[in-house]
């Protein structure tokens, strides 16, 4: 039996030819040095809590009702009040960020089902939404 090895050469990917998913527009905005908080406004993404989360323990330690105005962020702290914009139909809540949800992409906040009920997206599962931290004299 006869072997033949055949030396396969492969070139690395150019810059040029890369493809890349076509991301999800994100802004940050800053606010004036006075206020605490770093982060004016993130345009991102809403989805809410799934029915099987109904009682279960936040990382706050309160326990998750579909019918409050709370919220999961990824990094805003645990407390803050935040005012969401569905940039669909520009209709607001303001949640409270009482858990953590997953380190993504993209600016992310997770609702509780009646905050998805007030900014109209119940059904649709995800909307593009303005995320704005309130400032503390205001909460």
Do not use: W
């Amino acid at each position: 039996m006869l072997l033949m090895l055949l030396p396969i050469h492969t070139l690395p990917l150019l810059a040029a030819e890369k493809v890349e998913k076509p991301a999800v527009e994100t802004s940050v905005e800053k606010v004036e040095p006075q206020q605490k908080s770093v982060v004016n406004k993130l345009v991102g993404i809403a989805s809410y809590y799934a029915k099987k989360f109904h009682g279960r323990r936040t990382t706050s330690g309160e326990r998750y009702h579909p019918e409050k105005m709370t919220a999961a962020h990824q990094s805003l702290p645990l407390g803050t009040r935040v005012l969401v914009r569905n940039l669909a139909n520009d209709k607001e809540v303001t949640v409270v960020v009482n858990d953590r949800c997953r380190k993504k992409s993209v600016p992310f906040i997770d609702l509780s089902r009646a905050a998805a009920r007030k900014l109209g997206f119940l059904g649709s599962g995800v909307t593009k939404v303005a995320i704005i931290p309130l400032p503390e004299e205001e909460s």
